[in-house]
């Protein structure tokens, strides 16, 4: 399924076991065995989801998390807390400063894989799962497919996004700003015409089947998907 995970911890075996497990089923990972490089990786990039050790050297997992959650740039962030079964962790503290779930180690890939995908799931903004389609353009969110009756339309993940989000929002209009953050949400910081950029490949994309006039441009106002357009 793909994603940036950053892992925060400070065992080089356990980050390490865990970093190849991540990679194997496809997240792009970063790591950071203490605070101050985690906050390093995520001035660069905000990862879509955060493995965070309870226990780290200098500022605690939690008093991070807190941090995190603070910030308007990071506070969206899936987080799981990591704990070792002979640390004394404590739960509610543990969610109450915003950790979405927790490991307890050791744990095993499957169990780790299970958790990173229901935590994905209930953050996953509320798109849902349902297949939308208007006349012969159909797009399945849960097989990532989109289709006319000339056939499948390959997508990135931004352009199936967009796409996904304007079908379900039809004949509205949104600023780029509004779609910068329905679509992209917080997790990146992103020029309004970065959302022209992505219009027009998805454009481009569903011209063979002229699906391309449905993404109406209103002038001065932003972007609408017509249901029924001309
Ligand atoms: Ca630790």
């Not at 995908?117 to 399945?140: I, T």
């Not at 390959?154 to 929002?169: G, S």
Request: with cysteine; net charge neutral; proline share 5%.
């Amino acid at each position: 399924m793909g994603g940036s995970i950053l892992i925060v911890e400070d065992e080089l075996v356990t980050q390490r076991l865990i970093a190849a497990s991540l990679e194997r089923a496809g997240y792009k990972v970063t790591r950071a065995p203490s605070v101050a490089q985690a906050e390093a990786a995520i001035r660069e990039v905000i990862p879509d989801l955060m493995l965070l050790d309870w226990i780290l050297p200098g500022t605690t997992g939690v008093s991070f998390l807190r941090q995190l959650r603070n910030d308007r740039r990071t506070k969206q962030i899936p987080v799981i807390m990591l704990t070792g079964r002979t640390e004394e962790f404590d739960k509610v503290t543990g969610l109450e400063a915003g950790a979405d779930d927790y490991l307890t180690k050791p744990f095993s890939h499957r169990e780790l894989l299970a958790r990173i995908k229901a935590v994905v799931r209930r953050r996953a903004p509320l798109l849902g799962d349902e297949p939308v389609e208007f006349g012969d353009l159909k797009l399945d969110p849960a097989a990532h497919r989109v289709s006319t009756r000339a056939g499948k339309i390959n997508l990135w993940a931004t352009e199936f996004r967009l796409l996904h989000f304007l079908m379900t929002h039809p004949d509205r209009v949104y600023s780029r700003g509004q779609l910068l953050d329905e679509v992209w949400g917080d997790h990146v910081f992103v020029e309004d015409r970065t959302v022209d950029v992505h219009i027009r490949r998805l454009r481009q994309a569903l011209q063979p089947g002229g699906h391309q006039k449905m993404i109406e441009t209103v002038r001065g106002a932003g972007y609408c998907f017509r249901a029924n357009p001309d």
